[in-house]
């Protein structure tokens, strides 16, 4: 047995239990909830979820485009520069001591 097999035989009824059967128990529910309404309270309320949808999709395209337009899509981004460091040399050993000292400074 692989140990791809060996994770799926320990994920899957962990799976199943977390997603399969409360989601089968609720399209159960909603299925039953449909076939008791009549067919015109039915063809109601897909009408008005599915024109709430659209909106809300229109909606939420036109405030991107709208940021976009405006410019606040964009995020600062602020460039911290590299600055030159003195390189160690036989004549400046306490490079390092100086390098310390400007980082307890920032």
Not at 16 to 21: F, I, L, R
Not at 71 to 99: F, M, N, Y
């Amino acid at each position: 047995m692989s140990v791809k097999q060996k994770i799926q035989n320990l994920v899957s009824p962990i799976y199943n239990k977390v997603w399969h059967g409360p989601k089968g128990k609720i399209k159960e529910r909603v299925k039953k909830a449909c076939y008791d309404m009549p067919r015109k309270q039915r063809l109601t309320v897909v009408t008005v979820l599915l024109s709430a949808f659209i909106l809300v999709a229109f909606f939420v395209f036109g405030n991107a485009c709208y940021k976009i337009g405006a410019g606040h899509a964009r995020q600062a981004i602020e460039i911290e520069h590299i600055r030159h460091l003195e390189l160690p040399t036989q004549s400046s050993p306490d490079v390092l001591t100086k390098i310390i000292e400007d980082e307890a400074v920032r």
